[in-house]
């Protein structure tokens, strides 16, 4: 079914004229515990309900918390159209993504890694359900089933010091409840074939035990032609994801709660629209006729070959939370066993009609990881924590290179496999020496151990290595000692607060390997924060501002740069250091009992200080793309926009017996960026203009009277619609360019809209 955009007016404007569901909910919202899908409203109160988070591994009212926060309830992620884990930037200050293939890679204040190899994790590290995800690619998994998001802006010292030089991500699923049966179901259907299904059930084994079992069905069809064959399957993309978790709460003080989700995908997204004409486009001097359909004019429009295949991934995980809370300390225990594999065939030749130098590559691996916590809860001035966390992981990259460039040879193949073992250890003090006023301090030391094994195939050796061996290891070891300092004071409707936190991500190698080399090094840096939270008297109005700076040392840094000896093309290498400081703002109002507003404003100023002979791309007349390098001094991090804002409305309003009208409306501001260190040269070929979007979504629910029984009967039921990116706006999900292949970009999706249907019993 294709975009058909003539009937939107008519079916948003009553929505327009009424209103939705309150943004943060007039009850209070636990983001631990999340409200029953199916329920209506059930207050007429103008307050805005608390908001609890595990920011620092305890429930605490999100205003108490020292640090720059994010929470997105539950009914956020449904009603702001919010599908895949990236999605949660539409409401986040300062938080970008890089999404490329089958992984989704955060930027938090300009710091991120754009892809990440086996052995290289991202500067922003991600939880899910406590649990640490050591490889973003292959899982770009969706917000299912969630209790909530919390993003953490900055670095993290202590708590979450291991690869968190930019911040945390922290998604938390929903657990079983216990007494309680529930069936939510939802269904969608709209343009370029957009279909889901999901269904979750809630069932009570008994008063201490209970089973949560869900799964969802996602398809979304191509929206990039592919000239070669005029197919229109490009960016096309379908995940199934079933989920089992059990818990077991014998008593008031201890519970259990066991998951299991298995996840696959099938992702056509890696698709690259050549731009530049000859001499500098990569195949466009190709001497076949008829070889090359280059450059690509239509925005929507892209050339890959037969060859190129969809990413194929699955992810398995296992999961085990312990919590025993006695009057005195808590302890938390989070196992967690990972599995997973993505494969596929990369177009990297960028030719139109035949293989020319396709990227066969399979990467994954297996991660178990284990983290023990210890909090006290004593009466006097004095408390602490104490923790311990171990990951043990294998990952693995095997390529192989195919096409044109390389015939006659016909066996190109790397494979490389990288151990990391990882220990931390940490601690934090909490000192009250007088009402209101609280100090931190922690520390944590980090052992990363990486142990790298190449084995190249002979053909590989001969076309990029001659005189190295087939096979060979490298190993290094990385420490570090991080911290945090904190003080707060509690006013009656203000938390005031400053920080200090030093963040530390670990070095690596670079991958696939043909020659041995130097380990690339770790990064730190020290950020620095003030901010204020503030809730009104009458509890009406939410606010917190925070502003920080912070110091970035031994920057690691990705481009690309295809060479003989680097056919991967893309490089890790230490940059000398930058500096960022900016600004965040969030707030939420609730304007009458049926409305609420909320705004985010985001500033940056993020630039290196010192980046000498950085690897750039130069336009060179008569000759086309050329390596060359660059200092890059003075020149924004990637990822780090000068300002983000967000705002939006959530409403309801009933306009009938039993029913209710809902209109949720957000809408982003992103100023203007590049994609890699240095914009892609000169001629700024990495760059994105600044954007806005904006999501829609809105329905009439009905209340059958059920909500007290406890047999499954059906409760309520919504009928509505969803509109994403509802300006239908023309902007990258990413751009870059190479010598040899020339500049290319992705484009992101247009405008997407269709029905929603859901139902609780």
Request: charged share 15%; aromatic share 10%.
């Amino acid at each position: 079914m294709k975009k058909r955009g003539g009937f939107l007016l008519s079916t948003i404007w009553p929505f327009a004229l009424i209103g939705g569901q309150s943004w943060a909910q007039a009850q209070s919202l636990s983001l631990s515990t999340p409200p029953e899908t199916g329920a209506l409203p059930g207050s007429s109160s103008e307050e805005l309900g608390e908001i609890v988070v595990t920011a620092q591994h305890r429930s605490e009212n999100i205003q108490e918390v020292p640090i720059s926060v994010t929470a997105i309830s539950p009914n956020q992620i449904r009603d702001q159209g919010m599908v895949l884990m990236q999605d949660v930037q539409l409401v986040s200050p300062g938080l970008t993504f890089v999404v490329n293939s089958t992984f989704a890679a955060p930027y938090i204040r300009g710091i991120g890694t754009a892809i990440q190899e086996p052995g290289i994790e991202s500067a922003v590290a991600t939880y899910v359900d406590g649990a640490y995800v050591t490889r973003s690619f292959g899982t770009l998994t969706s917000l299912f089933d969630m209790s909530g998001v919390e993003v953490l802006n900055g670095a993290q010292g202590t708590l979450y010091g291991r690869n968190a030089t930019g911040g945390v991500i922290l998604y938390n699923t929903a657990d079983p409840e216990l007494n309680k049966e529930s069936v939510n179901a939802t269904a969608e259907y709209g343009d370029y074939d957009h279909a889901v299904g999901e269904l979750v059930v809630n069932a009570p084994l008994g008063d201490t035990l209970a089973l949560r079992v869900g799964a969802r069905e996602y398809n979304q069809g191509g929206y990039v032609t592919n000239i070669v064959n005029g197919q229109e399957n490009l960016g096309e993309r379908s995940d199934q994801e079933a989920r089992v978790k059990l818990k077991w709460q014998p008593t008031d003080t201890f519970s259990a709660v066991a998951s299991f989700d298995y996840v696959r995908q099938n992702d056509f997204t890696d698709f690259y629209q050549e731009r530049l004409p000859v001499p500098y486009c990569g195949s466009c001097a190709i001497p076949i006729p008829g070889a090359d359909l280059n450059p690509v004019s239509g925005f929507y429009d892209a050339t890959n070959n037969p060859n190129s295949r969809p990413w194929k991934s699955f992810i398995a995980t296992g999961n085990l939370h312990l919590n025993y809370s006695a009057d005195k300390f808590d302890l938390n225990s989070v196992t967690s066993i990972e599995h997973d594999h993505t494969h596929g065939v990369a177009d990297t030749g960028l030719a139109s009609t035949f293989s020319l130098n396709d990227f066969d590559s399979g990467q994954g691996g297996r991660t178990i990881g284990e983290e023990l916590q210890a909090l006290s809860k004593l009466d006097g001035m004095f408390n602490g924590m104490l923790g311990f966390s171990f990951n043990h992981d294998h990952g693995i990259q095997q390529n192989t290179l195919v096409g044109l460039v390389f015939a006659p040879l016909t066996d190109v193949a790397s494979r490389n496999d990288v151990l990391t073992t990882s220990n931390s250890g940490f601690a934090e003090l909490y000192v009250t020496p007088v009402d209101r006023l609280k100090l931190t301090v922690g520390v944590r030391y980090t052992d990363d151990s990486r142990h790298l094994d190449v084995a190249n195939s002979p053909e590989a050796g001969l076309a990029f290595a001659p005189t190295a061996p087939l096979a060979f290891p490298l190993s290094a070891n990385f420490t570090a000692t991080t911290g945090r300092a904190v003080v707060d004071y509690k006013f009656d409707t203000v938390n005031l607060y400053a920080s200090w936190n030093r963040g530390f991500k670990a070095g690596g190698f670079n991958t696939p390997a043909f020659t041995s080399e130097s380990p690339v090094n770790s990064e730190t840096i020290d950020d620095y924060e003030l901010g204020a939270k503030y809730v009104s008297d009458d509890r009406r109005l939410r606010a917190s501002v925070g502003t920080f700076f912070y110091r970035y040392s031994n920057i690691q840094v990705q481009n690309y740069e295809v060479t003989p000896d680097n056919p991967g093309g893309l490089i890790l290498q230490n940059a000398g250091a930058a500096k960022g400081y900016g600004s965040e703002f969030n707030v939420d109002y609730s304007a009458v009992s049926w409305l609420n507003v909320f705004g985010t404003v985001s500033t940056l100023h993020a630039r290196y200080l010192s980046y000498p002979k950085a690897s750039d791309v130069v336009l060179t007349p008569g000759v086309g793309l050329v390596n060359s390098s660059e200092n890059l001094a003075g020149t924004p991090l990637p990822q780090a926009p000068d300002a983000t804002v967000s705002a939006g409305f959530d409403a309801h309003k009933p306009i009938g017996d039993d029913l209710t009208a809902h209109l949720n409306v957000s809408a982003r501001y992103t100023s203007s960026y590049v994609f890699f260190a240095g914009g892609g040269g000169p001629q700024n070929f990495a760059f994105q203009p600044a954007y806005p979007l904006a999501n829609i979504s809105a329905d009439i629910e009905k209340d059958l009277g059920n909500s007290g029984q406890r047999t499954f009967g059906l409760k309520s039921y919504k009928v509505g619609f969803f509109i994403y990116n509802a300006t239908n706006r023309r902007y990258y999900i990413l751009r870059d360019v190479s010598a040899g292949e020339g500049e290319y970009d992705v484009a992101a999706p247009p405008l997407t809209f269709g029905l929603r249907i859901s139902a609780a019993m």
